[in-house]
């Protein structure tokens, strides 16, 4: 079976402490592939992009790399076995340290992760899924800027833009797991802010690891989201059932919107408008979408958004198609606030005495 990075990386460390242990008070120790059993497992070339890596974790400094001559035997086989290279290292003073917090990190596996972190690698795993079906080949490229819907991914509303800042996390964790081959992440347009981070990564999926991994964390998931939202405690008498039921009447929605990671707007199910990409009505409809049902002035927009409004709040709630009885039914507009109402029910259109609406496909906006 072909060795994760996760297991090659855990070779190359564990040859690095044995050849420590040998002289402890020395920070200088020679890694002989030639006699390391273990490591040809792991092809040289792998092997230098590693002990790179650990360089760069400034765990440890590379002084020099060694191959020891041919016999004068003539033994053809052992002049082989020679050309594996000797890599000269300095441990130096943060080994102990790194390495304390990797062994913490491979403890905790999948069923000991937090809740959040959960979230984080379901929520890419469940993407590299969808679009790995329809891929061709096993690399896929994923915008680390789409968007999530709320009601697939069962997460505090508030919680999602922290959520979306740190899919390189999970990304790192399913390399680590082997489902992620190698990944390359592609930086902004040349017009785009410096400090702005990358948009899209370019990822090679093992599709028997996916497969493998997918059931695990859609099990771990789902058992953590029953244990966020336990089942309230069950009323001892009918009475008491009837009389929660009176208290509390079922809403009967009759129009919901929904959005899309595309930028799609439904109403209903059925395709209203699609927004353009990180533009002011995208940027406007995204947060009030996320805040429905309580008045937004621009002031609390700027504010909290971090995006000050440009063109009068009425005018983009034309420009993203509600108008007459639509923009009466969702929208509540002035000149400093807006307020989104989601879902509406049959009372609540019945208080703003609002008929049927007219559903008609718009245009992209």
């Known amino acids: 079976m072909k060795m994760t990075e996760q297991e090659k990386l855990d070779l190359i460390i564990q040859a690095i402490i044995k050849e420590r242990e040998k002289d402890p008070g020395n920070p200088f120790i020679s890694l002989d592939l030639a006699k390391k059993k273990e490591l040809p497992r792991i092809p040289i070339d792998e092997i230098g992009v590693i002990i790179d890596y650990l360089r760069k974790e400034k765990i440890l400094i590379l002084h020099d790399i060694t191959y020891p001559k041919a016999t004068d035997t003539g033994d053809i086989s052992h002049y082989a076995l020679s050309q594996q290279p000797c890599y000269n290292i300095e441990i130096v003073e943060g080994f102990d340290n790194w390495y304390s917090h990797y062994t913490y990190a491979k403890e905790n596996t999948l069923e000991n992760l937090t809740f959040p972190n959960i979230v984080k690698i379901y929520d890419v795993t469940t993407k590299i899924n969808e679009m790995i079906q329809l891929s061709p ?127 799609e707007i439904f109403l209903n199910n059925f395709l209203f408008a699609t927004v353009q990409f990180d533009g002011e009505n995208e940027t406007v409809f995204k947060y009030l979408f996320k805040h429905p049902n309580k008045k937004i002035t621009k002031a609390e927009f700027k504010e909290k958004a971090g995006y000050s409004i440009g063109k009068p709040l009425h005018k983009i709630v034309d420009n993203l198609g509600f108008t007459g009885n639509l923009r009466k039914a969702f929208f509540h507009v002035s000149e400093k606030a807006i307020l989104f109402r989601n879902p509406l029910t049959k009372k609540e259109l019945e208080k703003l005495n609002i008929p049927q609406l007219k559903l008609q496909k718009k245009a992209v906006i």
């Open 137 to 263: 080949t096993p690399k896929i490229s994923i915008r680390l800027d789409y968007r999530i819907d709320p009601s697939k991914i069962r997460y505090p509303i508030e919680a999602i833009d922290d959520l979306e800042k740190h899919r390189g996390q999970a990304l790192d964790y399913l390399q680590q797991n082997g489902v992620i081959i190698d990944c390359v992440f592609i930086a902004r347009e040349a017009y785009g802010e410096p400090d702005e981070p990358e948009t899209s990564v370019e990822v090679n999926i093992d599709t028997a690891k996916l497969k493998e991994f997918l059931p695990k964390i859609t099990a771990i998931y789902e058992e953590r989201c029953k244990q966020q939202s336990p089942a309230s405690e069950k009323p001892e008498k009918d009475t008491e059932i009837l009389q929660e039921t009176i208290k509390k009447p079922k809403r009967e929605v009759v129009y919901e919107i929904k959005y899309s990671e595309n930028g």
